[in-house]
C-alpha cells in the first residue's frame, strides 16, 4: 500500500509541476504544435515518467498513475470554475490584439505574436486590410479570433495549427 502512496503523491507533485510550466511559458505554445514540440511533449513524457512511478513499473503501478492523473485532472478542473482566484491562477484571460483597426503591438509582443502571424490569421478569415478588422482577440485556447468590420457582422475563428480545414466561419 505503501507503494501505491508513493505513486499518488509523486503524480499529484509531477501533474502540479506541469500546469505551473504550462502556465509559465504560456499558452501560444500549446495552440501551436510543430515537430519541436511534438519532440518536447515526447521528452518530458518519458522524463516524469519514472518520476511518477518510481521503481514500480508493473501494470497495477502504471494504471494507478494514469488513474490518479485522471483524478487530479477532473478535480481541478471542478475547482478551477468554481474558484475565482484559481481561475485568475490558472486561466490566462483573452487579450484583445487589434480593436477597431488599431493592432496592439505591445500585446502582440507580450504574447509572443509577430505582425506577420497575425496578417497571417487575417488572411486566413479573409481579411486583407487591418483597418477591416473590428477585434482581433487571442483567446484562451491560444487561437485568434477576429470579428471584420463588415456591415455583414462575420466571425471566425483561426486555428493556430496550420491546418486549414479546422476554420469555422458562422454569419
Keep these: 500500500m505503501e507503494a501505491y502512496i508513493n505513486v499518488i503523491v509523486r503524480c499529484i507533485v509531477v501533474y502540479i ?17 510543430n515537430t519541436v514540440d511534438v519532440i518536447l511533449i515526447l521528452l518530458i513524457s518519458n522524463a516524469v515518467q519514472n518520476a ?9 503501478g502504471g494504471l494507478v498513475a494514469a488513474s490518479v492523473l485522471f483524478l487530479v485532472n477532473f478535480i481541478i478542473k471542478r475547482t478551477v470554475l468554481k474558484n475565482k482566484f484559481l481561475q485568475k491562477l ?20 507580450k504574447i509572443g505574436i509577430s505582425a506577420d502571424e497575425l496578417y497571417e490569421a487575417m488572411r486566413e ?47
Excluded: C, W
Aim: glycine share 8%.
Design 17 to 33: 509541476f506541469m500546469l505551473t510550466a504550462i502556465r509559465v511559458f504560456g499558452k501560444k505554445e500549446l495552440s501551436q504544435l
Design 52 to 60: 511518477m512511478v518510481g521503481e514500480d513499473t508493473s501494470l497495477q
Design 90 to 109: 490558472v486561466q490566462q484571460k483573452p487579450q484583445i490584439l487589434v480593436h477597431k483597426g488599431k493592432p496592439d503591438f505591445v500585446m502582440l509582443s
Design 125 to 171: 478569415h479573409g481579411i486583407e486590410h487591418i483597418k477591416d478588422v473590428k477585434l482581433a482577440m487571442f483567446e484562451e485556447d491560444g487561437n485568434i479570433s477576429i470579428i471584420s468590420g463588415e456591415s455583414v457582422l462575420k466571425h471566425s475563428v483561426y486555428k493556430r495549427k496550420h491546418n486549414h480545414k479546422n476554420l469555422q466561419g458562422a454569419n
